[in-house]
């Protein structure tokens, strides 16, 4: 057997015995029919997947793809001009500004939510700024959508940054130089180099960044009140309140499938970056 | 294709800029430039011109300040005091993106996600030239540079001296009134090195392109300059056409850095008939052609090896003035040359180099040969 089979093989292992068994358990309780006495009965159904399409878990579905979908798109915005900073600047900022980036990450979920309370909440920091500056605009983001996206942002922004870093630190200056030189200014350089250089990491760091966002359940339950619940929140309540596994088994399906759906997006953006390379040769 | 690669005039682009082009007015000036790094870390003052058309060379050892001062003409360096004037305008504040001086740098930094010819096109774009235009000035340069064929590649499809030949073309595309060459063979072997040291010369002749060349190869410099600067700590030693250089040198420095040479400390110690005499430490005499000097002067005497004639036979004494007995303690063979070195009067150690496959070639260990030096062929250094 080659040595690189040997490698791979236990964790190989460990994923068929704790994640490939148990989700295929969890497939087949999708399609097991709800009972109040024994929580399921082996009768095939699909009426776990019907429910979804009602309209309170649909919305609830596209919620947690538009949350996801921002962040997302806010850690691009926030995050590339950070990622080509940090590639560029001196190895002191750098360890610097790293561990204030990274800060979240080492923080649980739970107390970073609970400081964007203190600061979103009614009595909090945020409406206690606007009242000294006598803004007459009383915010009322916590327990909202927004709350949740611009939490997730502060929690998943390093998710982005990291893989964005890496691809921009093997963009040589000599290039930027060249370019420079040719007559480019600095948005020229970007859009026609920075950024399709640094596609790769780009793409890996949405795809960090959504999938997280999705499967997310704390951050919601504690800043999005009722009209933040995302699909973690329903599948944690349907096992945990209502015993409805078979049901909350076909919501996890859902939030699998649409991670698959971004893997998927985000190998064929990856592929095509290679592929105009290749075509064009 | 020759009005847009400017054959004649073509270094002066549309008439945004005034340009000078009348014979002699120089197309760059540098006056003083100053680059500070820290408090005793600093190159120049340096000051020099460069003639319209010639290709001028910055030579000296790694850290001597050549590639800074090319860095400030490009602009990608601040100068902390100087003037740079490309065709008689100031263009020392000027962002580096505006200045329009072609840089080809070490690594030929191409552009690894664009085709030879997008790589080409890169600086037109830039500069909002219209699509057709494009087209066309991007196809004449790659045929210029015999690269029309590599069109369609990636740089990384391409050998080392293809995407040198890419970065040039690259430069060369914009017709800027300038080009400077960063060392732009270093990276290449010694073959094709050479190959490129003609076809970058020939092209440079043809478009009549002042230019700028870096490098630390003294062969290199000598083989391409019109006129070469010598440069060691941040100072220009020496500057001359390559012939002036290698035959009179100003300094020590310059000397040993230019060839390979004998350089002997000596002191003068008479005059007669229009020679100096000289003596050695080891007290070896030498006479030299020069004019009179006071005696006790102390001097550098360089002797280059080519110089140095190796004659089979005895009898030093009757011989014609500075003939010395020799004995050849080593001796390289290097194919076309042959290099010795020969104890002269048994006092100092001379590098003597001959053609390889003469007749009566002395060996290693070989006594009773004669060292002669021509008088004229011993130049005196005063610095």
């Known amino acids: ?281 | 294709m020759s009005h847009q690669l400017g054959g004649e005039g073509g270094q002066c682009r549309q008439s945004e800029r005034p340009c000078i082009d009348k014979h002699g007015e120089p197309r760059l000036e540098i006056a003083d430039l100053i680059r500070r790094y820290t408090a005793d870390v600093a190159v120049g003052p340096i000051s020099f011109s460069v003639r319209e058309g010639e290709f001028f060379s910055l030579l000296g050892p790694s850290g001597c300040g050549k590639t800074t001062t090319l860095r400030c003409i490009a602009g990608f360096e601040n100068v902390d005091s100087g003037a740079i004037l490309l065709s008689g305008q100031r263009i020392d504040s000027v962002p580096p993106h505006k200045r329009g001086i072609g840089l080809v740098f070490q690594t030929p930094a191409l552009f690894p996600h664009l085709t030879v010819q997008e790589n080409v096109a890169f600086g037109l774009e830039a500069h909002k030239v219209p699509k057709d235009e494009i087209v066309q000035r991007v196809g004449a340069v790659l045929e210029l540079s015999g690269l029309s064929n590599f069109g369609q590649r990636m740089p990384h499809q391409l050998s080392g001296g293809q995407q040198q030949r890419v970065a040039l073309a690259r430069s060369l595309v914009l017709e800027p009134p300038l080009l400077l060459l960063d060392e732009p063979l270093s990276s290449l072997d010694l073959k094709l090195r050479i190959q490129m040291r003609e076809e970058l010369r020939n092209l440079q002749r043809r478009l009549r392109k002042t230019t700028v060349f870096v490098t630390h190869d003294q062969t290199e410099a000598l083989a391409m300059s019109d006129r070469v600067a010598v440069l060691s700590q941040g100072h220009i030693e020496q500057i001359g056409t390559p012939e002036e250089i290698y035959s009179t040198p100003i300094s020590r420095f310059v000397a040993e850095f230019i060839g390979s040479s004998n350089l002997l400390d000596v002191e003068v110690v008479g005059f007669s008939n229009g020679h100096l005499d000289l003596a050695t430490a080891a007290g070896l005499r030498l006479k030299t052609r020069s004019p009179r000097m006071p005696i006790a002067t102390k001097a550098t005497a360089l002797i280059r090896p080519e110089r140095i004639r190796l004659v089979l036979g005895t009898g030093a004494a009757a011989s014609p003035a500075n003939t010395f007995a020799g004995e050849v303690r080593d001796m390289t063979y290097l194919g076309e040359d042959v290099h010795y070195r020969v104890l002269a009067s048994q006092s100092e150690m001379f590098l003597v180099s001959t053609n390889s496959g003469k007749p009566n070639s002395p060996v290693v260990g070989q006594e009773g040969i004669l060292v002669h030096i021509d008088p004229n062929d011993v130049f005196l250094l005063t610095k």
Not at chain 1, 169 to 196: D, H, Q, V, W, Y
Request: glycine residues 6%; aromatic residues 10%; positive net charge.
């Open chain 1, 1 to 281: 057997m080659p040595a690189s089979l040997w490698l791979i093989g236990p964790y190989f292992l460990a994923l068929v015995v704790f994640l490939a068994l148990p989700l295929s358990n969890v497939l087949q309780l999708s399609f097991y029919t709800y009972s109040p006495i024994t929580i399921w009965t082996t009768d095939l159904t699909l009426q776990n997947y019907h429910k979804i399409f009602t309209p309170y878990f649909a919305k609830i579905t596209l919620r947690t793809v538009r949350i996801g979908a921002l962040a997302t798109f806010f850690c691009v915005l926030l995050g590339y001009p950070l990622a080509y900073y940090f590639s560029r600047c001196s190895k002191r900022s750098l360890s610097v500004g790293m561990f204030i980036l990274v800060m979240p990450l080492m923080v649980s979920a739970v107390v970073g939510a609970f400081g964007w309370i203190v600061i979103l909440g009614r009595n909090g920091l945020l409406n206690g700024l606007l009242k000294t500056l006598n803004i007459d605009a009383d915010s009322s983001i916590l327990y909202t959508e927004t709350a949740v996206v611009v939490a997730l942002v502060h929690f998943l922004l390093p998710l982005m940054v990291l893989p964005l870093m890496a691809s921009m630190e093997k963009i040589s200056m000599r290039l930027e130089e060249a370019a420079t030189n040719l007559g480019a200014s600095p948005l020229f350089i970007i859009r026609r180099i920075i950024i399709p250089l640094s596609r790769a990491g780009l793409v890996s760091g949405c795809l960090l960044c959504f999938t997280v966002a999705i499967s997310v359940v704390v951050t919601s339950a504690l800043l999005g009140g009722r009209s933040g619940r995302m699909l973690g929140n329903e599948i944690y309540d349907q096992v945990i309140t209502a015993y409805d596994w078979p049901f909350a088994s076909s919501l996890a399906i859902v939030l699998v499938t649409l991670i698959v759906i971004a893997l998927s997006a985000a190998l064929v953006a990856a592929r095509r970056g290679n592929r105009t390379k290749g075509m064009r040769s």
